[in-house]
């Protein structure tokens, strides 16, 4: 499975963005994660194969939301009232034989897209 990320830039503190993962094949359960400057990457969201579970960090619970078509092959996450500490490399994974979304233990990783939020 191969995965695409896309939807990052620069956005204002407040701000909104969309992301958007597609995947080349089947993918099991998916998920965010992101990686700021200087820090370890980290579990953002994640969504079971249905849909119909979601998980998120802390961080970003009741900001951010994650979902997913599978008709598309393609998760999404909603990134809304972006703070400037949501800046990060914003990374998508999938597992192969998961279903349900896990905060770590994902087989394929995508490329990284940068979100910048300004102050």
């Known amino acids: 499975v191969q995965l695409q990320a896309s939807g990052g830039g620069l956005v204002q503190a407040g701000g909104s963005l969309r992301l958007s993962c597609a995947a080349s094949?089947?993918?099991?359960?998916m998920g965010w994660f992101r990686q700021a400057p200087g820090k370890e990457r980290e579990f953002a969201a994640g969504?079971?194969?249905?849909?119909?579970?979601?998980n998120y960090a802390e961080s970003v619970k009741g900001r951010f939301t994650i979902s997913r078509d599978n008709a598309k092959n393609t998760v999404y996450l909603q990134m809304n009232s972006l703070k400037p500490e949501d800046t990060a490399v914003y990374y998508c994974?999938?597992?192969?034989?998961?279903?349900?979304?896990?905060?770590?233990?994902?087989?394929?990783w995508g490329q990284g897209t940068q979100v910048t939020v300004s102050s």
């Open positions: 994974a999938a597992h192969s034989r998961v279903s349900i979304p896990t905060t770590a233990g994902y087989d394929y």
């Open positions: 094949g089947c993918a099991n359960a």
């Open positions: 969504i079971s194969w249905s849909g119909g579970m979601t």
